[in-house]
């Protein structure tokens, strides 16, 4: 932990959080009097995810100036979050800012007692826009979706009248190819990208920037061994190979850098085997292949079904109605539509995420290295009341403060290659 602790040492404290706020109406500024900035917090929570498209922050502190704040902010600025890095020790403008969490402002309460006067800013990240606006547009946007396109040439479209660049995005692990789609005017943009991105077994979601990410997570089986773990676990320090730190309650060896761990394990709710039923099989019961299935090969369910708990459930799923020769020829072949088998994958890939969730809350925002904690990244979990020693996916991420805890950060992880298929399963 040198890089935090050397912080800690120089400066007696978690590094600086600030806010900055982006108007719209610049004109406000012209006189140059005005703060942008805000660093002195009651209380404050900025959240992340990667499962969960838009993700929501607020903020509350006194206001004592005596102009009232949405003179100068009101709904529609932009906010970032960031953090101060670096800092040497009574010199608060060094150091480097990396940020947290971009956001769009929707609310701003003010309230005034006789103790004091307390604005709370309430917002979502730049896909909340998206989760609002229909496909359809009055403003010269293309109101009807319909063809073949790659994903950069989609959000090219739905970026429209919106706060987003056309190119205010970044492909991860998905090639920029062409797919169909037929989106009507009633759907909003979210839903449309969202829908697109299913079968290419693909996510949307924000980066601490701003800038939009579609594709699959960043969780690979790197092979980590276990003399790899123990190094880790008794420096606390990264290991090599995309791990980003290590989360550890060890209550045999008296190590934690957690205040806090919990695990949940769910297996016995996951299905051990998915049957895809396509629309046209749905009165064809008959002509349901049990070979269509696909056995789940995640460690929990294959161990229960190996014992002869049995889960299996059937999905539905899509496919322009395949006519009775069409559904006779798959279970003759044995197979199942190429669509059907992406579909069943996605759902098992999604349940398989509960098998194990580890919940752990740290004090401040940054790893041992001095890096922040964000979303999109894998560390090691040691917690050894649950037996659990392995690498594991950081996909949600809670920045908070209150006056009685101070800074903290609340980590969701799951195990590798779940959320969505693509990768080798453990």
Not at 309 to 331: C, T, W
């Amino acid at each position: 932990m040198a890089s935090l602790n050397n912080q800690l040492e120089a400066t007696g404290q978690f590094p600086r959080i600030g806010i900055s706020l982006i108007p719209l109406n610049f004109t406000k500024f012209a006189d140059g009097s005005y703060s942008t900035e805000i660093t002195t917090f009651i209380d404050y929570r900025f959240k992340s995810s990667v499962i969960t498209p838009v993700s929501d922050f607020s903020f509350t502190f006194t206001y004592p100036s005596s102009d009232y704040f949405t003179k100068y902010f009101s709904e529609g600025d932009i906010i970032l979050l960031f953090m101060v890095v670096g800092a040497q020790p009574n010199q608060p403008n060094t150091g480097t800012r990396v940020t947290l969490c971009t956001g769009i402002i929707d609310t701003i309460e003010t309230q005034v007692s006789a103790s004091a006067e307390i604005v709370t800013v309430m917002g979502r990240d730049l896909l909340g826009q998206w989760a609002d606006q229909s496909v359809f547009s009055p403003f010269g946007g293309k109101t009807t979706l319909i063809g073949t396109f790659s994903p950069k040439t989609l959000f090219s479209l739905l970026s429209q009248n919106t706060r987003m660049q056309p190119n205010n995005f970044r492909l991860q692990n998905l090639s920029d190819t062409g797919y169909p789609i037929d989106i009507q005017p009633t759907d909003t943009k979210l839903q449309t990208l969202i829908r697109y991105l299913e079968p290419k077994w693909s996510l949307v979601w924000c980066d601490p920037s701003g800038v939009v990410v579609m594709g699959q997570p960043n969780m690979v089986n790197y092979g980590i061994s276990a003399g790899a773990l123990q190094a880790a676990s008794n420096s606390k320090a990264p290991v090599a190979g995309g791990i980003s730190g290590t989360i550890i309650v060890n209550k045999k060896r008296g190590i934690s850098n957690c205040l806090s761990i919990r695990s949940t394990r769910s297996s016995n709710t996951i299905p051990n085997f998915f049957l895809p039923v396509l629309t046209g099989q749905t009165l064809l019961a008959n002509q349901v292949a049990t070979s269509q299935g696909i056995a789940n090969p995640a460690v929990g369910p294959k161990r229960l079904a190996a014992l002869g708990q049995i889960f299996a459930r059937a999905y539905p799923i899509a496919d322009n109605s395949p006519s009775l020769e069409k559904v006779q020829s798959l279970k003759v072949t044995g197979g199942v539509l190429p669509t059907a088998q992406k579909y069943a994958a996605r759902e098992m890939a999604r349940e398989n995420m509960r098998e194990i969730i580890v919940q752990a809350i740290v004090p401040g925002h940054m790893n041992e290295s001095g890096n922040p904690y964000q979303i999109d990244q894998m560390y090691m979990v040691n917690f050894d009341r649950d037996g659990l020693e392995e690498a594991m996916y950081l996909y949600e991420v809670e920045h908070s403060l209150t006056e009685s805890d101070g800074p903290r950060s609340h980590l969701m992880f799951t195990r590798l290659n779940t959320i969505v298929p693509g990768n080798t399963f453990q």
